[in-house]
């Protein structure tokens, strides 16, 4: 089993940041993609960043340029640096990642708890 564990959201000001961080623990040999999502009440939930094991990263277009997503893999942690925040960031934020438990082994998807993210204006 796989455990995700997400913390840094927080209370913060328009044009503020913040630090999330997401990290994995239980039986895993290795982790293919580690994305960022959010859900805003009344909203689907949207993808936010996403990385891959050799770094490739992608964003959604609401966050380009102010969002960073990076990963330690050897912590198995990822991570989601936000600036020039926005009212409208305003959600929950969940970690998602694409496990492999076992060596030649399948792929799993898990999610973390979320951690709310309010951005004030």
């Known amino acids: 089993q796989v455990q995700l564990v997400e913390s840094g959201g927080g209370l913060v000001q328009a044009g503020g940041s913040l630090r999330l961080s997401c990290a994995a623990s239980?039986?895993?040999?290795?982790?293919?993609?580690m994305t960022w999502y959010r859900q805003a009440p009344g909203k689907q939930r949207e993808l936010v960043a996403t990385i891959t094991s050799s770094d490739s990263t992608n964003y959604a277009d609401s966050v380009k340029g102010r969002f960073t997503i990076s990963r330690d893999n050897a912590k198995n942690t990822v991570y989601l640096q936000m600036n020039s925040l926005k009212p409208a960031d305003t959600a929950v934020y969940y970690c998602?990642?694409?496990?492999?438990?076992?060596?030649?082994?399948?792929?799993?998807?898990?999610w973390g708890q979320g951690t709310q993210v309010t951005v004030s204006s």
């Open positions: 998602n990642a694409i496990v492999v438990p076992q060596v030649a082994g399948p792929s799993y998807s898990y």
């Open positions: 239980g039986s895993i040999f290795s982790i293919r993609l």
